[in-house]
């Protein structure tokens, strides 16, 4: 069975801290990799794909430091996320020549095989230059599968493919998942990971903050405390109203706060109840809502509620 | 190591450096050395006896002296360069393949592009030209001479698109610089010169009758000073594509 471990792996450029001090292991099936941009999703990726050496800690494929032994490729594959591909070549010359230098014994074949599975049969032989996104994706994928590798690292995989090439990149992603292969894939949508990812590794700053079953992690971010900015007609009465919620956890006016200032700041630990309670009690209470506007709906401050928690 | 994974990479690199803009432009520059000579014709009369003259100045001139750089920097700095800039490269290490095997054949595909210019830059107008005082051998030498020179370039100029990303203007900066300028005039410079290889080689071919070049660099010097410049230049180009990192930009 091929696993991927990282023991406490760390990489650093200069003085920048990409990938801190990180352990895990993954065996088949999906793995998602979440976190927002420059969470250092990009390094792991490259350091479990052997093109990065840790500056400390170890990366071992199958108990095997993955980097320095080219051989690794035969068995791991990675899908870059930059869009750039060779223009000049066709899609079936882009997977065939993949499939040359895994030096497979019918390269036409296996990539028939392949492209067929990417759905590009009917845009194989146009230049790779005229391709949309989503399509330069799929074909990426499709030479990366080529030699049917045990494990599959994709570097946000689904940038630019509309919802259907989604649904069935997915269903590919899980068809390869289910002949035991490790597939890891990341993203900075949690909702991408839906019904994909068995494991779901949620990296903030380049540590790994949470992980668990989709599910889990989920929850542990839609059940966070939630801070909304209101402002109405009168936002000290509306304070004092919205306490008696209790769903509300506390209630802030902002510094130069009169009868009707700049807002209240109302910090909430369900956020479905309030936003149900706050219309009728301000038509209960002859208030008018002038704004309501959330403050920290932002990835970046969902996941670094998950760092502090 | 596969005869399938060497022809793909060779396969690789010619579709590469001969995409369309830059096989028009390499043709172009093949096709110039011809159309200076037609006009020679026109202008010169058979019976002057001096079409000999003529071709060896426009070999040593026009074609050793700035097709075979210009060429070389065309082919030399793309043959990484443009992989690593955009990062097409990770397609190629991400492959069971040793890095060093990309690199040499990166670069004989360069060295062999280049030479292939030289081919009509200098058959063609001896076509044009040629009478008794002009046997084939004078082309032939004037090839091998451009083979050399071809090797030697491209070596360079491939270091220096693996090493960085303003290659072209560094390239062209060399060949008019040290190759067109100081190389004609300082001899210390001719030793290290490519250009200088090439006229002393085709020199030595030719016979000393043939006006190349004056001076010519000596036989010791093109071999040891050759040899390290080959090696120095695609040593350079393995050494990084071998530490090459997909780093991120952070």
Same mark, same amino acid.
């Given at each position: 069975?091929?696993?991927?471990?990282?023991?406490?792996?760390?990489?650093?450029?200069?003085?920048?801290?990409?990938?801190?001090?990180?352990?895990?292991?993954?065996?088949?099936?999906?793995?998602?990799?979440?976190?927002?941009?420059?969470?250092?999703?990009?390094?792991?990726?490259?350091?479990?794909?052997?093109?990065?050496?840790?500056?400390?800690?170890?990366?071992?494929?199958?108990?095997?430091?993955?980097?320095?032994?080219?051989?690794?490729?035969?068995?791991?594959?990675?899908?870059?996320?930059?869009?750039?591909?060779?223009?000049?070549?066709? &899609? #079936?010359?882009? +997977?065939?020549? =993949?499939?040359? /230098?895994?030096? %497979?014994? *019918?390269?036409? $074949?296996?990539?028939?095989?392949?492209?067929?599975?990417?759905?590009?049969?009917?845009?194989?032989?146009?230049?790779?230059?005229?391709?949309?996104?989503?399509?330069?994706?799929?074909?990426?994928?499709?030479?990366?599968?080529?030699?049917?590798?045990?494990?599959?690292?994709?570097?946000?995989?689904?940038?630019?493919?509309?919802?259907?090439?989604?649904?069935?990149?997915?269903?590919?992603?899980?068809?390869?998942?289910?002949? &035991? #292969?490790?597939? +890891?894939?990341? =993203?900075?949508? /949690?909702?991408? %990971?839906? *019904?994909?990812? $068995?494991?779901?590794?949620?990296?903030?700053?380049?540590?790994?903050?949470?992980?668990?079953?989709?599910?889990?992690?989920?929850?542990?971010?839609?059940?966070?405390?939630?801070?909304?900015?209101?402002?109405?007609?009168?936002?000290?009465?509306?304070?004092?109203?919205?306490?008696?919620?209790?769903?509300?956890?506390?209630?802030?006016?902002?510094?130069?706060?009169?009868?009707?200032?700049?807002?209240?700041?109302?910090?909430?630990?369900?956020?479905?109840?309030?936003?149900?309670?706050?219309?009728?009690?301000?038509? *209960?209470?002859?208030?008018?809502?002038?704004?309501?506007?959330?403050?920290?709906?932002?990835?970046?401050?969902?996941?670094?509620?998950?760092?502090?928690? | 190591?596969?005869?399938?994974?060497?022809?793909?990479?060779?396969?690789?690199?010619?579709?590469?450096?001969?995409?369309?803009?830059?096989?028009?432009?390499?043709?172009?520059?093949?096709?110039?050395?011809?159309?200076?000579?037609?006009?020679?014709?026109?202008?010169?009369?058979?019976?002057?006896?001096?079409?000999?003259?003529?071709?060896?100045?426009?070999?040593?001139?026009?074609?050793?002296?700035?097709?075979?750089?210009?060429?070389?920097?065309?082919?030399?700095?793309?043959?990484?360069?443009?992989?690593?800039?955009?990062?097409?490269?990770?397609?190629?290490?991400?492959?069971?393949?040793?890095?060093?095997?990309?690199?040499?054949?990166?670069?004989?595909?360069?060295?062999?592009?280049?030479?292939?210019?030289?081919?009509?830059?200098?058959?063609?107008?001896?076509?044009?030209?040629?009478?008794?005082?002009?046997?084939?051998?004078?082309?032939?030498?004037?090839?091998?001479?451009?083979?050399?020179?071809?090797?030697?370039?491209?070596?360079?100029?491939?270091?220096?698109?693996?090493?960085?990303?303003?290659?072209?203007?560094?390239?062209?900066?060399?060949?008019?610089?040290?190759?067109?300028?100081?190389?004609?005039?300082?001899?210390?410079?001719?030793?290290?010169?490519?250009?200088?290889?090439?006229?002393?080689?085709?020199?030595?071919?030719?016979?000393?009758?043939?006006?190349?070049?004056?001076?010519?660099?000596?036989?010791?010097?093109?071999?040891?000073?050759?040899?390290?410049?080959?090696?120095?230049?695609?040593?350079?180009?393995?050494?990084?594509?071998?530490?090459?990192?997909?780093?991120?930009?952070?």
């Amino acid at each position: 069975m091929t696993a991927i471990e990282l023991r406490r792996a760390s990489r650093w450029y200069g003085n920048v801290v990409a990938v801190n001090d990180v352990s895990c292991t993954l065996g088949p099936g999906i793995t998602g990799l979440l976190g927002p941009n420059g969470a250092g999703k990009s390094t792991v990726l490259h350091m479990m794909a052997g093109l990065l050496q840790p500056s400390a800690g170890e990366v071992l494929i199958d108990d095997v430091p993955a980097a320095d032994d080219a051989s690794i490729y035969r068995r791991l594959t990675l899908v870059p996320e930059r869009e750039s591909t060779y223009g000049f070549l066709t &899609g #079936r010359e882009f +997977v065939r020549m =993949s499939a040359r /230098l895994q030096r %497979l014994p *019918d390269a036409d $074949d296996a990539a028939t095989r392949v492209i067929r599975l990417v759905e590009l049969e009917g845009a194989q032989d146009r230049k790779i230059g005229t391709y949309s996104k989503g399509m330069r994706q799929r074909i990426k994928v499709a030479a990366a599968l080529v030699h049917e590798p045990d494990v599959v690292l994709l570097d946000e995989p689904f940038n630019g493919m509309d919802p259907r090439q989604r649904i069935h990149m997915m269903g590919v992603l899980r068809e390869e998942a289910a002949r &035991g #292969r490790v597939i +890891v894939i990341s =993203s900075h949508i /949690l909702e991408e %990971l839906n *019904d994909l990812a $068995d494991n779901v590794l949620v990296m903030i700053a380049g540590r790994l903050a949470a992980s668990g079953h989709y599910r889990a992690i989920r929850r542990l971010m839609t059940d966070r405390p939630h801070t909304f900015m209101i402002r109405s007609s009168d936002d000290r009465r509306l304070a004092a109203t919205l306490l008696s919620d209790a769903s509300v956890i506390g209630v802030e006016l902002s510094a130069n706060g009169g009868a009707s200032s700049g807002g209240i700041v109302v910090r909430t630990s369900e956020r479905s109840t309030l936003t149900h309670h706050l219309p009728r009690a301000a038509r *209960d209470a002859g208030i008018r809502l002038l704004e309501i506007r959330p403050t920290d709906e932002s990835l970046e401050s969902v996941f670094s509620y998950l760092v502090d928690r | 190591m596969s005869v399938g994974v060497d022809r793909t990479l060779i396969w690789l690199s010619a579709r590469q450096l001969l995409a369309k803009r830059r096989a028009l432009l390499a043709l172009g520059l093949s096709l110039i050395p011809m159309v200076v000579a037609l006009a020679f014709r026109m202008l010169v009369s058979d019976a002057s006896g001096s079409s000999g003259d003529f071709l060896i100045g426009l070999a040593r001139d026009l074609v050793i002296g700035a097709l075979l750089p210009l060429t070389a920097v065309l082919f030399g700095t793309t043959a990484f360069g443009g992989d690593i800039e955009d990062g097409t490269l990770l397609y190629l290490l991400l492959k069971p393949v040793a890095r060093w095997r990309v690199v040499l054949w990166k670069y004989v595909v360069a060295v062999l592009c280049t030479a292939a210019v030289m081919v009509p830059a200098v058959l063609l107008p001896w076509l044009v030209v040629r009478g008794p005082d002009l046997p084939i051998q004078v082309p032939l030498s004037l090839l091998a001479g451009l083979g050399v020179g071809s090797a030697l370039y491209c070596a360079g100029f491939l270091a220096l698109g693996a090493w960085t990303r303003r290659a072209l203007v560094v390239g062209l900066l060399y060949v008019v610089t040290i190759e067109m300028t100081l190389s004609r005039n300082l001899t210390g410079v001719k030793s290290i010169s490519a250009r200088e290889f090439s006229l002393a080689i085709s020199q030595k071919l030719l016979g000393n009758s043939a006006a190349l070049v004056d001076k010519p660099v000596t036989t010791a010097t093109i071999w040891t000073m050759g040899t390290l410049m080959l090696v120095v230049g695609v040593g350079l180009t393995i050494w990084k594509v071998r530490a090459y990192e997909a780093a991120e930009r952070l």
